[in-house]
């Protein structure tokens, strides 16, 4: 009896050991894989930009999935906040997804504003953030930080654009129009910048309080001044209306009116007549043709049966980011360093085609020049190749 | 600038100016008559602008919309009045302000419920959606001008309303002394509820003919509250014609101030109510 019970004693031994062994051998992978990354999505679901928060949301579960579902073998767990795009809510949800969900990532917003308030909360927590529309300028310039990372755009960004493509036609004047709020002045300003750098002069800067819409004087204005080229930003409603009273006030059969793709992204069904051959510049274009951008088209089409639009794509590529972030620390998102260094070093094939990110964490694309065809913003040329704006008074 | 688009500037502010004297005329009736502050007035600028959106799509006209909005808001003015705003007139004006400021989170929520958080855009009535050539370069959109003519012929009626009728002059009586008009035998209660309605219909129906204009959006009411309480300290409490000067004054400085001084267009009729008021504190005409 005793040998068997030897015996038996000496398997159990063995059994303990090779159990032990596992462990051992399992600790170093469970230390990396604290179970599922947590993602936390602070998003506009309701109010005026809640199909912009879907379709980042869109976006964004669709990389995850391409990606097998997981990240770095990581499974994702989501946790969302609908943000209300009030700025003054913002802290309070960004510190509950923070504190109360400990997420190991936001993604979020669209309102400058909240953002400006997530980036704050971020900062003084330490917590990866990643921006998937808002183009506040401040956010990677005097505001950026090693932890936060946009993948949209900037403001100023299309306004640079516009203003070279227009000095390269040779236009000699321009008037530029917006609300006086930050989006709008940062915008005119770009155009500003390029437009004089390249022999133009911006005779005349309009503003009127956000959010009016009562441009008749201004309108007056500028047909008083006859500029060769009119500049404007805005977006949503204020854009629908804008366009529409430019033609109505006869101004585009003179003077042509360009802007920002949020001039004519989402609106032209509402501007109708009035929007056609609009020339504007975006990170972005119905019809751009590459490989790239068609599988993700196909993709988007057959998971959620609806057309994809810039907002997804920045969604899309906000995922993409942190993919190549926790590929880099095998998912060990302890290994913040290394973490944010890949992810700022991240060269991105976006559907939108190559995104980089420079210095203050910002995209360096392509921007292309669009012409409004029928209801679509055609591709026409790139505006400006691998376009960066200098991180102003950002100390990474 | 030059003499012409000078010439349309001043269009343009007279424009906006007679808009605006729609609205401040119904406050500062409401004001003037009754004694009440009516800090949900802009509520009803915002219920007009609303109502000529969603009856214009029911309706597929904007005209026909407006009539069944005037009969609505009418009857939403009589029935405010009869359920509310009676109970204020021997209240004191903090009060006054405690109930009108709950109706306008009431009307807010409502309309978010009712119509959403969109922006909308209202069509242009097919015979005025052209515009006419003014110079080379810009031409006049037709329905402004309409917009401006219909809002010269109300000045006009409510003030022979006002001044030359039998209803006029109770009104006037009432807002003098009301009990020595009710002692006349004359019923007070009902010119006090016609008065009030007749203020929430200018409010509205400046909102449902402003809407192509203006377009509708959240929050449309705050701002031209504000800017009628502008128009009725400068234009003296409760005077009729003191909210006509002070509506087109009003909408030249905010024309020329957005023109010539664009990175302060939001200041300017601001820095002239100030002005006025050091000068005349009591606002440039006091009663009728």
Redesign the interface.
Known sequence: MKPIGSLRRIGAMTAAAMAAGALLLASPALSQQQGKLKVGLMLPY???YAALGNAITNGFKLAIEENGGKVAGREIEYFVVDDESDPAKAPENANKLIKRDNVDVMVGTVHSGVALAMAKVARDNNTLLIIPNAGADDITGPLCAANVFRTSFSNSQMGIAMGKVMADQKKKTAVTITW?YAAGEESTGGFKETFEAGGGKVV??????F????F??????I??L?PDVVYAFFA???A??FV??YA????N???PLVGPGFLTDGTLE?QGDAAQGMLTTLHYADGLNNPKNNAFRAAYMKAYKSEPDVYAVQGYDAAQLLIVGMNAVKGDTGKRAELVAAMGAAKIDSPRGSLALNKGHNPIHDIYLRKVEGKENKYVSVAVKNLTDPPRGCKL | ??V??FL??LL??L??GLLLFLVASGLTLIFGIMGIINLAHGSFYMIGAYMAFSLASLTGSLFMAIVVGIVLSVTLGIVLEWMLFSRLYKRDHLEQVLLTYGLILVFEELRSLIVG?????VTVPEIFNW?I?L???????VY?LFMSAVCIVLAVLLYLLIAKTRLGMMIRAGASNREMVASLGLNINLIYRLVFALGVALAAFAGMIAAP???V?PGMGT?VLIICFVVVVIGGIGSIWGALVASLLIGLA???G??LI??A??VVVYVLMAAILLWRPEGLFRRV
Do not use: C, W
Not at chain 1, 248 to 251: C, F, I, Y
């Open positions: 309701t109010g005026t006086k005349k800067e309009l503003f009127l309080p959010p009016q819409v009562e008749q004087p201004l309108l007056t204005e047909a008083a006859k949503g409603g204020g629908v209306k529409k009273d109505a006030a006869g101004l059969k003179t003077i509402a | 600038m030059d012409y688009s349309i500037q343009n502010g424009q906006y958080n969109d922006v909308h855009g515009s050539p110079t080379a370069t810009l031409s006049y959109p402004r204009v203006s377009s959006y701002g905010d024309t020329f957005k023109v664009p990175e267009a939001g």
